[in-house]
């Protein structure tokens, strides 16, 4: 497993997307309950930055009117049209098509370190011919 | 996979006010007491009474990204320079208001007073800050003589290239005998009718269907409506036989459904021809030959590859899209994603040369130099 630092941890503010660059890639940090969660920074609807995006907990209805807020499972939301992903694993909730890669984080010494290597596949579909349109797409802004 | 690094024409670009006041200075100094003095804990708004729940949308609407430190979203030029114009090669940029619905303000005299308003505040705020911005006249479309008057006021003005018509105060279809004076003076002016989505009024809706009682609802069938409801009025009601040079761009309906449309006009129209006996072409011509349509928002197919082959069965319709963004509301077309779904040969035309056409622009002068086609291709 390779490790590379990418950002200071002290530079993340509870919640707030953070972009950071590592060689070529793009990264979205994101502290939440002060876990350190990282995406590729391309949200695969259009291809945009995070940046400028915010996070949110998972609200689940288990029934009509049983709304629960689930804290521990956290959301980052895109700031042009509202996609939401599941921080964690970059499962779309918006649209069940659509995945973005996530890394493995951690924190030591006060450095964010990420793994790219072990990054989790984007794209759940592998026939989805507009997932494949943008698979290898750049993020617009950052 | 590339960005598109060609000309572009942005068609619908929202340049909001930051605080009311800024457009209220326009106003004349009875309707500036009215605004400053009626109420001041609870200051009386802008816009026009809405029916849609704004605060069910996303950021209220708008991008997330475009709530910073510089004010309301779309009110500084300097954001949105770096946001959209030089981020995206715009080679010009219609500036399109708050949705310019301000007709539908319920006292008609300042209604009235607010369009006009809300005009010089674009001439003499917005349009100096970038030789790029070109503009409209916010029409006070619920008196079509005192609009008309404004139009040939104003129209002479080279940054003024449209009349913006949102709201409808009237309550009649657009192809309606009273909106004519519009169109005659639009006409006159050598000016594109520009119609916009509204929420501030859907007299219609509510005679045919009901008021919508969601935001849901609001956003996934009544902009299609409106916009099907304005086409098939204009045409219908033989407004391009009494104008025939009138042109029409219509922004931010969608374009999913005007196959379907220009189909149903041209074969209800051999059924009922006694009540359009003013037509001497088939519905879908006068669209081809009069109308442009903005891209935005443009519908996400399972594939893209299908939309593009719905749309193909109009024989011409890449003559009549232009591309739009909506910046800064939150249904914002990315100029890249545009690109990416649109085939090779519709990209010019769309990004650029179709809104050049329908506003009398020379053609951008890099065109030659940075064709759209030619940047895709050389990226990948």
């Known amino acids: 497993m390779t490790m590379e630092a990418v950002a200071a941890f002290d530079e993340l503010e509870e919640g707030v997307p953070f972009v950071a660059t590592a060689g070529r890639r793009k990264v979205v940090l994101t502290r939440w309950l002060d876990t350190v969660y990282a995406l590729k920074d391309v949200c695969p609807h259009q291809s945009v930055?995070?940046?400028?995006?915010?996070?949110?907990?998972r609200v689940v209805a288990s029934a009509p009117g049983a709304v629960e807020c689930i804290r521990t499972s956290p959301l980052i939301i895109c700031p042009w049209h509202a996609w939401r992903f599941d921080l964690e694993t970059g499962d779309c909730t918006t649209s069940s098509k659509f995945r973005v890669k996530s890394y493995p984080a951690e924190v030591r010494d006060g450095t964010v370190y990420v793994d790219f290597e072990r990054g989790a596949s984007r794209r759940r579909a592998a026939d989805d011919v507009n997932a494949a349109e943008v698979?290898?797409?750049?993020?617009?802004g950052a | 996979m590339s960005k598109y690094t060609g000309p572009v024409v942005d068609v619908d670009v929202h340049q909001l006010w930051n605080q009311p006041s800024d457009v209220q200075r326009y106003l004349p100094k009875?309707?500036?007491?009215?605004?400053?003095?009626?109420?001041?804990?609870?200051?009386?708004?802008?816009?026009?009474?809405?029916?849609?729940?704004?605060?069910?949308?996303?950021?209220?609407?708008?991008?997330?990204?475009?709530?910073?430190?510089?004010?309301?979203?779309?009110?500084?030029?300097?954001?949105?320079?770096?946001?959209?114009?030089?981020?995206?090669?715009?080679?010009?940029?219609l500036l399109t208001y708050s949705l310019g619905e301000q007709s539908a303000i319920l006292n008609p005299y300042l209604a009235t007073e607010v369009c006009r308003a809300l005009t010089e505040w674009c001439i003499e705020e917005w349009l100096p800050r970038d030789?790029?911005?070109?503009?409209?006249?916010?029409?006070?479309?619920?008196?079509?003589?005192?609009?008309?008057k404004e139009i040939r006021r104003l129209g002479d003005n080279p940054r003024i290239v449209g009349v913006l018509l949102s709201a409808n105060p009237l309550n009649r279809p657009?192809?309606?005998?009273?909106?004519?004076?519009?169109?005659?003076?639009?006409a006159e002016m050598d000016l594109a009718v520009v119609f916009h989505p509204s929420s501030s009024d859907l007299g219609h809706i509510k005679a045919n269907i009901g008021t919508p009682g969601s935001t849901i609802e609001f956003l996934a069938s009544t902009f299609a409506t409106q916009g099907m409801h304005t086409v098939s009025s204009l045409v219908s009601h033989g407004v391009f036989e009494k104008y025939p040079t009138l042109k029409v761009l219509v922004?931010?309906?969608?374009?999913?459904?005007?196959?379907?449309?220009?189909?149903?006009?041209?074969?209800?129209?051999?059924?009922?021809?006694?009540?359009?006996?003013?037509?001497?072409?088939?519905?879908?011509?006068?669209?081809?030959?009069?109308?442009?349509?903005?891209?935005?928002?443009?519908?996400?197919?399972?594939r893209h590859s299908d939309l593009i082959k719905l749309l193909s069965t109009v024989d011409g319709i890449e003559d009549i899209l232009c591309f739009s963004s909506d910046y800064p509301h939150i249904s914002t077309?990315?100029?890249?994603?545009?690109?990416?779904?649109?085939?090779?040969?519709?990209?010019?035309?769309?990004?650029?040369?179709?809104?050049?056409?329908?506003?009398?622009?020379?053609?951008?002068?890099?065109?030659?130099?940075?064709?759209?086609?030619?940047?895709?291709?050389?990226?990948?």
């Open chain 2, 251 to 302: 922004l931010e309906y969608g374009i999913g459904w005007l196959p379907g449309l220009m189909w149903r006009m041209d074969h209800n129209v051999k059924q009922l021809q006694a009540e359009v006996s003013g037509l001497k072409r088939m519905p879908s011509e006068y669209v081809l030959e009069h109308f442009k349509f903005a891209t935005q928002p443009l519908e996400e197919f399972a």
């Open chain 2, 131 to 148: 030789d790029r911005f070109y503009t409209c006249i916010v029409a006070p479309s619920g008196q079509p003589e005192v609009a008309a």
């Open chain 2, 333 to 380: 077309d990315d100029a890249d994603y545009v690109a990416r779904i649109f085939p090779d040969s519709w990209r010019e035309r769309v990004f650029y040369r179709n809104a050049c056409a329908m506003f009398d622009w020379p053609l951008p002068e890099s065109e030659a130099m940075v064709a759209p086609s030619e940047a895709l291709a050389g990226a990948r």
């Open chain 2, 174 to 186: 657009f192809g309606d005998p009273n909106y004519h004076p519009i169109y005659e003076a639009c």
């Open chain 1, 49 to 57: 930055s995070f940046l400028g995006g915010r996070t949110a907990p």
């Open chain 1, 135 to 140: 698979a290898d797409a750049e993020p617009v």
């Open chain 2, 30 to 93: 009875r309707w500036q007491d009215y605004y400053l003095e009626n109420n001041p804990h609870a200051p009386i708004p802008l816009e026009a009474p809405s029916i849609t729940n704004f605060s069910m949308i996303p950021s209220g609407g708008l991008r997330h990204d475009t709530w910073r430190d510089h004010g309301f979203p779309g009110s500084d030029y300097g954001v949105m320079r770096t946001d959209l114009l030089d981020r995206y090669n715009h080679y010009r940029t």
